[in-house]
């Protein structure tokens, strides 16, 4: 039989859909990992960056987290974390590993964004800003960080979609999640499971970004909408 | 006793095969880098030509780079194996959209005023591109180039779930018999390997266009 007929058949049958290893359950694990992963950076890196961008402080560690982070491989971090904190304990086997080892990767292009937003607004609409009386947090909250969101919300897709890639990487180290199948189906040499699998975890990665592209069109201010491109090239083009 | 993280006889043991690795991953790298110009280059100069082009160009790329490594990998698997040539084929797709999107940026930074310039000095089309336009093209393209090569240097690890991997292949080892000494010799050396790669192309741009020194 033909490998795209295998496809359709492995997706039809209704065993793959059932059950604590079906399509279902491995995709909740995996939105539900990305999810909390993906807060709990914006919890620890998005404070920090805006407010060194806001200090316009430590320009240089925050503008070469990110690029420190690319150097790493993901694959790396997941086995390294593996190795020092262990596979078992809650909330599952390899849970924990991969949920620090994605809170890990998602944090420096959060806080890089975050700062390169808050140092790209014009220092003349902060001093125009202060002029009509503005206080530190309101110039903050209503200047500021509206004008930084394009680039803090790219920063966020950026995270958000490696996040989603990393966690199908965390089935190498044991945990499950959409990209297990892809892991089992090389072990089982199944050819079907593997392309079923890598088809939901690139459609996964897909959605996030489609979403997530259009929760930034929702949110950034009309007035604010250079090209796209532009928004997401400035962290990729400042490489010091 | 636990496992340390660094048993320095295995290392010792190891060394033709770590040099081995190493060369792999270079070579992995280098030849992906290099797919991805001469790929980049033609796409860079259709989207700039012809505006239409531009958006679609940078989607599909884009698309590219958004399919996790995993999953590009393992849908080419059914077609070229557990080979080089699968490696070779996800390395290079991502590439593209670092590269096409710089190559774009940096003519596009290219003055106007420059490029009449050149115009009214005689230079023919394909002349005031590759003697005026790429060399002030320079410094955006080689950070595209910086961050596509870390980029590929990383996902070059992933290479060994599909039997390649050069230092890759030392991490999955760690992994599979839970032996933490090729997992870090593995890791330490593919950041390594980044950072020397870094380090000599910010070299590099800077011999090629000085004047855009910070």
């Known amino acids: 039989m033909s490998l795209p007929a295998d496809v359709v058949t492995w997706f039809t049958t209704a065993e793959h859909w059932r059950g604590d290893f079906g399509v279902p359950h491995r995709l909740a694990e995996h939105a539900a990992m990305s999810g909390a992963a993906v807060v709990a950076a914006m919890v620890v890196g ?195 | 006793m636990p496992d340390p993280w660094l048993r320095w006889d295995w290392v010792r043991d190891h060394t033709d095969d770590i040099l081995a690795a190493t060369r792999q991953h270079v070579e992995l790298t280098l030849l992906a880098v290099a797919i991805g110009l001469l790929l980049s280059f033609p796409l860079a100069l259709v989207a700039r ?65 420059v490029k009449e310039a050149a115009h009214g000095m005689g230079f023919r089309p394909l002349g005031q591109l590759l003697r005026v336009e790429l060399p002030l093209a320079v410094p955006v393209i080689t950070a595209g180039i910086r961050i596509a090569t870390v980029t590929t240097i990383g996902l070059v690890t992933v290479t060994g779930l599909i039997g390649q991997g050069g230092l890759g292949a030392f991490i999955i080892e760690g992994i599979n018999r839970d032996f933490r000494t090729p997992l870090v010799v593995g890791s330490v050396l593919s950041v390594a390997l980044a950072v020397v790669a870094d380090v000599l192309l910010a070299g590099a741009a800077r011999l090629l266009a000085p004047w855009a020194r910070r």
């Open chain 2, 49 to 113: 030509r012809w505006r239409r082009t531009t958006g679609p160009i940078l989607g599909f790329t884009g698309v590219l780079f958004t399919i996790p490594s995993l999953a590009l990998f393992a849908l080419l698997v059914p077609f070229t194996g557990l080979s080089r040539t699968t490696a070779e084929v996800g390395l290079v797709a991502y590439t593209l959209l670092i590269l096409v999107r710089n190559i774009v940026a940096g003519l596009e930074g290219v003055p106007a005023e």
């Open chain 1, 46 to 240: 998005l404070p920090l960056g805006i407010w060194l961008g806001h200090r316009g402080r430590g320009g240089a560690v925050a503008v070469n987290l990110a690029n420190v982070g690319r150097a790493i491989p993901s694959l790396a971090i997941l086995a390294l974390t593996q190795q020092a904190i262990g596979l078992s304990g809650w909330p599952g086997f390899g849970a924990r590993p991969a949920f620090v080892a994605l809170v890990a990767l998602a944090v420096p292009p959060l806080v890089t964004n975050a700062y390169v937003g808050m140092r790209g607004v014009e220092p003349d609409v902060v001093e125009a800003a202060r002029g009509m009386g503005m206080t530190g947090g309101e110039l903050l909250w209503r200047v500021e960080l509206p004008i930084a969101l394009p680039v803090v919300m790219a920063g966020l897709r950026t995270a958000a979609v490696q996040v989603v890639a990393t966690a199908s990487l965390a089935a190498v180290i044991a945990w499950g999640g959409l990209g297990r199948f892809v892991v089992d189906g090389f072990g089982q040499r199944d050819n079907a499971q593997i392309v079923a699998g890598a088809v939901l975890v690139a459609l996964m990665a897909l959605v996030t970004e489609l979403a997530l592209g259009w929760v930034q069109r929702a949110v950034v201010s009309e007035g604010l909408r250079p090209g796209r491109e532009r928004v997401e090239q400035a962290p990729a083009v400042v490489t010091a």
